[in-house]
């Protein structure tokens, strides 16, 4: 589903107040369940999470966590819900033999570079995960999910979107207060510019680090060509502004509901357009592993990675839990 536009902004409006005691009762929900007690699992186990639906860059931060523990030598598994995947776990996710369909995108963006599982059940995609070897575990998304005990959580925040109306589902795009899941955070991972003032609203005395989406190598290809972009993710401004940023000239944009499932038909209209335009066609990496095999070859990627503003901030929260690596038998 598509984010409706008055999650967006200052949660003025009629419809807001009226969905307030429903978010009453979600935000109640919310707040039981996060108290119950989970497994301490015997490696360090670090969360990329956030407190509003759909993307705030949890994957692409999860990534560079993965990416920095593995040149610290230590062997990272990452694990997810699997979100928008058909199967349960626990699961290893495995590329060549699982589909979007099967596991989720983000599921195997993760698994293209380090262990990944999927699970429902955290608990149980831990253990699994643990069982073939993991020695640090790092969770994209699950800050509202209890079942797994968590050594270091950050709070991600896309900068361009903050906190939208500040209200919790279905009046905003909240999962649960600002203030709670911060009180579960060791620190605030802000992506981009802090366009809406998010940095504010979190509490007194929260570490905030700051990070920017920076485009991949392909980029340099894109610079002063026309594009048409399209893409079904959490905040498609997010893409196409790295496209500008890219150099690129945007002839058209298609954006799609997060998580969209790219069909066939979806991809002939898309690269008619692209001909019009006479532009070339351009999407996500996350979006890229859901379209259909046959006409991957013909859509150009854009990829990103992320750059910290003081990158040993990060690596000073990462530093405690090497004691709590097993060492090797």
């Known amino acids: 589903m598509r984010a409706p536009e008055f999650w967006s902004g200052d949660g003025g409006g009629v419809l807001p107040f009226l969905l307030s005691p429903l978010a009453a009762?979600?935000?109640?929900?919310?707040?039981?369940?996060?108290?119950?007690?989970?497994?301490?699992?015997?490696?360090?186990?670090?969360?990329?999470?956030?407190?509003?639906?759909?993307?705030?860059?949890?994957?692409?931060?999860?990534?560079?966590?993965?990416?920095?523990?593995?040149?610290?030598?230590?062997?990272?598994?990452?694990?997810?819900?699997?979100?928008?995947?058909?199967?349960?776990?626990?699961?290893?996710?495995?590329?060549?033999?699982?589909?979007?369909?099967?596991v989720g995108d983000e599921a195997l963006l993760l698994a293209a570079e380090q262990p990944a599982w999927i699970s429902a059940d955290r608990a149980a995609g831990a253990r699994a995960a643990i069982a073939a070897g993991a020695q640090a575990i790092v969770l994209d998304d699950g800050l509202q999910n209890p079942t797994l005990d968590k050594d270091l959580s950050l709070l991600t925040i896309d900068g361009s979107y903050g906190f939208g109306n500040g209200r919790v589902i279905p009046a905003g795009p909240l999962r649960e207060p600002v203030a709670s899941a911060a009180a579960r955070a060791r620190a605030a991972v802000l992506i981009g510019d802090d366009a809406t003032g998010a940095v504010a609203q979190l509490p007194p005395g929260l570490p905030v680090l700051r990070a920017r989406l920076i485009p991949g190598p392909e980029a340099k290809m894109l610079r002063g060509q026309p594009v048409f972009a399209f893409c079904g993710i959490g905040n498609p401004r997010k893409f196409f502004t790295s496209l500008q940023e890219a150099g690129a000239v945007i002839a058209g944009r298609a954006p799609y509901a997060d998580h969209y499932p790219f069909d066939a038909g979806d991809l002939r209209d898309l690269l008619a357009e692209a001909e019009r335009l006479r532009a070339i066609p351009v999407t996500t990496k996350k979006d890229f592993v859901r379209l259909p095999q046959a006409f991957r070859a013909r859509v150009t990627v854009l990829t990103i990675t992320l750059q910290w503003e003081e990158p040993a901030s990060i690596e000073i929260l990462l530093d405690p839990l090497a004691g709590r690596v097993p060492v090797p038998a």
């Open 25 to 102: 009762l979600y935000a109640g929900a919310t707040a039981r369940r996060v108290r119950q007690p989970g497994w301490n699992a015997p490696v360090p186990v670090i969360c990329c999470g956030n407190v509003t639906a759909g993307g705030a860059g949890k994957t692409t931060l999860a990534l560079d966590l993965g990416q920095r523990l593995a040149h610290r030598g230590v062997a990272v598994h990452f694990l997810s819900r699997g979100y928008g995947g058909a199967l349960k776990g626990p699961l290893r996710v495995d590329p060549a033999k699982h589909d979007s369909r099967d």
